[in-house]
């Protein structure tokens, strides 16, 4: 009885520690991030990195009415390029605080998060698709390339997190064996080799609610809702450097959702939301929780979706179902204050965020 106490203790000390460990780093990442935002915004400002022209046409090259009303003059001289201060702090905090391990038995040591079994693929998802939209941010700002205002071409685009998520799925599949989903109350469903597959269109199909980032504030209060969800989840699955991780990007978000909030000083860009989708996708199918992603996920879902259906029924029904798209858009179109949106978004995300966490748990 005594040794079975004295366990129990042992294993409620080590979940307080985990906790900690994932409030102390999202704190630090938070802290970080607001202490170096004036700087990289001096530095934004300075070489005026802000797309010289509004957005003039929507993906299919048709004009804007709606957006242009709103957003047009609001775009010219707000940099881009603010997903720097997103996608830089968690590659930076796990360097810092794996090489402080080398001081042993020190609380600073067990901050480390930087582990091959759970954060290397989630870092390097985030890291290579945020290159790939540093590139498309910059050529927008020089008003370079094919694509509409500058910018890479949609398909080009497309193509970088197709070949993420072919190198993601297929690292999963053969190095780490993976061939199954988790059904919540219902075991495991076993694809085999599909898993390759799916992991690709769930990529493809999280980055297509990246259309999410353009509304201040809405991108940042989104995606933290949703890493902040995984990062519990996580936590109860005992993967603490996921939750770890999850955290510090949570944390650089709320810091970039501090500056973003009307009026913004930055925007998000490609080369944040291209590392926030990437690697949220990772995250999902490491806590294997994949399937309860499209409920944490909501907004995404109802963003991209939104796009989808009003490209289609322009395409063949000839007319619109909303008056723009996204459908944030929309709302905005029907006279709803920006705040109005935002923060009724934040929490519509907010609840699906709680419901996902309890059928993953419950599952």
């Known amino acids: 009885m005594v ?3 004295i366990i129990q203790n042992l294993q409620g000390a080590e979940f307080t520690f985990s906790v ?17 935002t004036p700087f990289l915004t001096h530095f934004l400002y300075k070489h005026k990195l802000w797309k010289k022209t509004g957005r003039e046409k929507s993906i299919d090259g048709k004009e804007m009415p709606v957006f242009k009303k709103f957003h047009a003059e609001q775009e010219v001289k707000t940099p881009r390029l603010g997903g720097i201060l997103i996608w830089t702090i968690p590659p930076i905090l ?19 998060f930087l582990s091959r079994s759970q ?35 949609l398909k080009y685009r497309l193509a970088s997190v197709f070949l993420i998520g072919l190198i993601g799925g297929w690292w999963f599949y053969s190095k780490l064996g993976w061939t199954g989903l988790h059904l919540p109350g219902n075991g495991n469903l076993l694809i085999g080799a599909w898993y390759i597959p799916f992991f690709v269109l769930v990529m493809m199909a999280v980055y297509s609610g990246g259309v999410i980032d353009g509304m201040d504030g809405l991108a940042g209060s989104s995606f933290s ?10 936590l109860f699955r005992g993967q603490i450097d996921i939750a770890a991780f999850c955290a510090v990007v949570a944390g650089a978000l709320l810091a970039f959702l501090w500056f973003n909030i009307p009026p913004a000083r930055f925007y998000m860009g490609e080369s944040g939301t291209m590392g926030l989708c990437t690697a949220l996708t990772v995250v999902a199918f490491l806590t294997d929780s994949v399937l309860v992603l499209p409920i944490i996920g ?8 939104s796009v989808i259906l009003q490209q289609l029924s322009k395409k063949f029904l000839k007319r619109k179902i909303f008056l723009a798209s996204p459908i944030h858009y929309h709302f905005e179109a029907k006279g709803w204050p920006h705040y109005k949106i935002t923060m009724r978004f934040w929490v519509i995300g907010l609840i699906a965020a709680i419901i996902g966490i309890a059928i993953r748990l419950l599952g």
């Open 20 to 36: 900690l460990k994932i409030l102390i780093l999202g704190a630090i990442s938070f802290i970080v991030a607001i202490l170096a």
């Open 3 to 5: 040794g079975t106490n």
């Open 119 to 153: 954060t290397w693929l989630p870092l390097f998802a985030m890291v290579s698709a945020s290159i790939v939209g540093l590139i498309d941010d910059l050529l927008q700002v020089r008003g370079k390339g094919k694509y509409i205002g500058g910018g890479l071409s």
């Open 298 to 305: 909501i907004l995404l879902v109802v963003e991209a979706g």
């Open 94 to 112: 796990a360097v810092i605080f794996f090489l402080l391990t080398e001081f042993n038995g020190t609380f600073i040591q067990k901050l480390n």
């Open 225 to 234: 809702t949703i890493f902040g969800a995984y990062a519990i989840i996580a």
